[in-house]
């Protein structure tokens, strides 16, 4: 595990961005795993700003979102089909039909996961997972729980989750009780995983993701067995662990 704190969230977003434009440098073809919420939206924009420098190109990229939430459809302005064209793909050159979300408004939910599946089983592994973490330890929405799914899969959404994310909505009411994420076997099977962090009320998550027992009641801990996971925190999620 590579941690690297940051002082600023410019420094923190511009190492992110420099992280993914590498791989798309080096593998033009690169299968990248994208996250959604507030951590990324800087770093979205910092590969933007990058882009119109013109000196990469997304043209042969692949992406994959961990999640959606489920009952939205997918122009909602909460859906995160929504954030990723608002934030990224609106500004990039990468060909739509390689961008693929989860539907989470599709009539048959159980069949949208297998066919999202078996769409990164054929575009081989994710060469880099972006992730984020939630305040009680979940990657993707992939919650703590007794035992894990593998795949990609129907999840209700904690209640700390919906409250954290309510900001976005006009009321938490609105905010969904469930999505489809992807699973924590499709997460730590990507050969290179980037999880970035930002803000003091992470802090004490980041220890117990990074520090804690490796267990299920954390979701996040289990990256701790990834061969190649760099983390990234700005110095106030990183204050616990010095
Ligand atoms: C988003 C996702 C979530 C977020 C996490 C942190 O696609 O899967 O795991 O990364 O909830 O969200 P923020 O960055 O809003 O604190």
Redesign the pocket.
């Known amino acids: 595990m590579n941690i690297l704190t940051f002082d600023s969230d410019d420094k923190l977003n511009e190492a992110a961005a420099n992280i993914i434009i590498g791989q798309i440098q080096t593998t033009p073809r690169a299968v990248l795993g994208l996250?959604?919420?507030?951590?990324?939206v800087g770093i979205y924009k910092e590969i933007v700003r990058e882009f119109q420098r013109d000196m990469f190109s997304f043209r042969r990229v692949t992406t994959f979102?961990?999640?959606e939430y489920v009952g939205l459809p997918v122009d909602h302005s909460q859906s995160?089909h929504t954030y990723m064209r608002k934030h990224l793909f609106d500004h990039i050159d990468i060909p739509s039909s390689q961008c693929h979300i989860p539907d989470g408004h599709a009539p048959d939910l159980h069949e949208e996961c297998r066919r999202y599946d078996a769409l990164i089983e054929n575009a081989g592994q994710i060469d880099l997972q972006l992730?984020?973490?939630?305040h009680n330890g979940?990657?993707?929405?992939n919650e703590p729980a007794h035992a894990l799914i593998r795949g990609t899969h129907v999840v209700d959404l904690a209640e700390a989750?919906r409250e954290?994310n309510a900001r976005y909505f006009d009321a938490i009411d609105e905010v969904p009780r469930q999505a489809l994420t992807i699973g924590v076997g499709t997460i730590l099977k990507a050969k290179k995983i980037l999880l970035a962090v930002k803000g003091e009320d992470k802090a004490e998550i980041v220890e117990r993701a990074l520090k804690g027992p490796i267990t299920t009641d954390c979701p996040a801990s289990l990256l701790q067995t990834h061969p190649n996971l760099i983390v990234l925190l700005d110095s106030a999620a990183a204050r616990r662990m010095k």
């Open positions: 996250a959604t919420g507030g951590t990324p979102n961990l999640d995160y992730l984020g973490l939630g979940h990657i993707g929405f989750t954290a």
